[in-house]
């Protein structure tokens, strides 16, 4: 997981110190992290998951895609680089590489995404560009599949979101109902001003 949470760092030039202080995770435990000492807990790669904005499977390295052997070895070709050359630019191993282009093993999507880099591509664009991207794009998005994932995402975690707002709002009536009517009624003003919106007496 650290890998890939280095690596988005560099991506988004970022330091381990922000994302604790953004996410609100210590840098101790991020340091831990690192170090193989302690292993991070859910909530926490959600935090860091929402913080980057990719999902939790892409951060714990969980996303495989198969079969695109094919396609590295197109774009290298059409690149004019040797396999050592990809490795170099990629700081995958050259046995890494020769196994992914003659579909040994599946392909991470992060190490898929570094290898579309050094294309000067993002692999979503690859996939596309290749006919293997697997889902509709609305004709409004004119074909942009980078857009439309953003979109994706931004829509899923405004649905995390809404879930989350909508527990609390079922927490905070079952709380209601067994109070006395004094507490009640302080609760629903607290409540209002945590949701800043009209809730009924």
């Known amino acids: 997981m650290y890998e890939i949470f280095q690596k988005l760092l560099n991506a988004k030039g970022e330091t381990a110190y922000k994302v604790a202080k953004d996410t609100g ?17 859910a909530d926490k790669m959600q935090k860091i998951a929402e913080h980057f ?3 939790l499977e ?4 969980n996303r495989f895609i198969d079969e ?7 774009e290298r070709i059409k690149h004019g680089l040797s396999l050592e050359e990809l490795a ?5 191993s050259v046995d890494d590489l020769k196994a992914y282009e003659d579909d040994e093993e599946p392909i991470r999507e992060d190490i898929f995404e570094d290898i579309a880099g050094v294309f000067g591509k993002q692999h979503l664009e690859l ?4 006919d293997v991207y697997d889902e509709y794009i609305p004709p409004y998005f004119n074909g942009d599949v980078l857009q439309y994932e953003a979109f994706k995402k ?5 649905a995390i979101a809404e879930n989350a707002e909508n527990e609390d709002v079922l927490l905070i009536s079952r709380l209601a109902k067994d109070m006395k009517p004094e507490n009640r009624k302080k609760l629903i003003e607290m409540a209002k001003i945590m949701f800043a919106e009209d809730f009924n007496d």
């Open 68 to 74: 695109m052997g094919y396609i590295i070895r197109e």
């Open 25 to 41: 995770i210590s840098t101790a435990t991020l340091t831990q992290w690192k170090n193989g000492t302690s292993t991070p807990k």
């Open 58 to 61: 892409y951060l714990m390295g």
């Open 53 to 55: 904005k990719v999902s």
């Open 154 to 158: 931004a829509r899923d975690s405004d």
């Open 127 to 130: 996939l596309q560009e290749y």
């Open 88 to 92: 170099r630019e990629s700081k995958i």
